[in-house]
């Protein structure tokens, strides 16, 4: 699991709250990523960072917001909860060179966010 | 547009037997191809990815094939174990700077025993 972990594993919340979620990860690796994984969409990138307080959009931002102040944390907001937020998040890093040249990623064990 | 696509959502083997999932995509341009394991309740787990300038990749009872020409990805796995069980992503990475990967939807893999 590359030292990520998500917090807080659960959560239930009512439409139009907000909400952060919260990924920690030991490795000191700078690319980290943020997706939601939904039944019939496999997973989904909303937003990376590619270092502390660099981040930039994925395919599905709306709706979203990030923030990286910690080489080790990397925060997902949901201003405004929505039904359609509901899903499984899951964030990732980008760790060691693969033998084809790409870099693995490593998945934390994900987020379950129901919006009522 | 880019989109990475699995053939079957289900996928049912006996133990032992030879298992091979398959992922057609779009987007030519694309550096490399990812398979990715997830089992119940967890994260994905990188399995084996494959250069587009190759054709085929071995690893541990796992081998990719890309087919260029009509844009088809395949992963082999030999002598299928129970602990294989679990839903199989193929993804491909759209830019090699950012590691921006594009996933497709996945195939369940079911093992007999």
């Known amino acids: 699991d590359a030292g990520i972990t998500q917090s807080p594993r659960h959560k239930v919340t009512e439409t139009g709250t907000p909400v952060t979620l919260r990924c920690h990860q030991t490795e000191n690796h700078r690319y980290m990523y943020w997706y939601r994984q939904d039944p019939g969409h496999g997973l989904r990138l909303i937003h990376y960072s590619y270092g502390v307080k660099d981040t930039d959009k994925g395919e599905v931002s709306d709706g979203y917001s990030v923030s990286r102040s910690k080489t080790e944390d990397f925060l997902l907001t949901l201003e405004s909860a929505t039904s359609s937020q509901t899903s499984v998040y899951f964030c990732?890093?980008?760790?060691?060179?693969?033998?084809?040249?790409?870099?693995?990623?490593?998945f934390g064990p994900g987020t379950r966010l129901t919006v009522t | 547009g880019e989109s990475v696509g699995l053939h079957l959502p289900t996928l049912s083997v006996q133990e032992g037997d030879n298992s091979i999932i398959n992922c057609a995509y779009s987007n030519s341009a694309s550096d490399y191809f990812i398979w990715y394991k997830q089992e119940s309740g967890k994260g994905p787990q990188f399995i084996i990815d494959?250069?587009?300038?190759?054709d085929k990749r071995q690893g541990q009872r796992v081998t990719v094939l890309l087919n260029k020409t009509v844009k088809h990805l395949s992963l082999q796995i030999a002598a299928t174990q129970p602990g294989d069980s679990a839903v199989y992503f193929c993804?491909?990475?759209?830019?090699?700077?950012?590691?921006?990967?594009?996933f497709g939807q996945g195939t369940t893999l079911q093992v007999k025993p």
């Open positions: 990732a890093t980008r760790g060691r060179f693969t033998g084809s040249g790409s870099y693995e990623q490593y």
């Open positions: 494959i250069r587009s300038n190759m």
């Open positions: 993804a491909e990475i759209i830019s090699s700077n950012t590691g921006k990967l594009i």
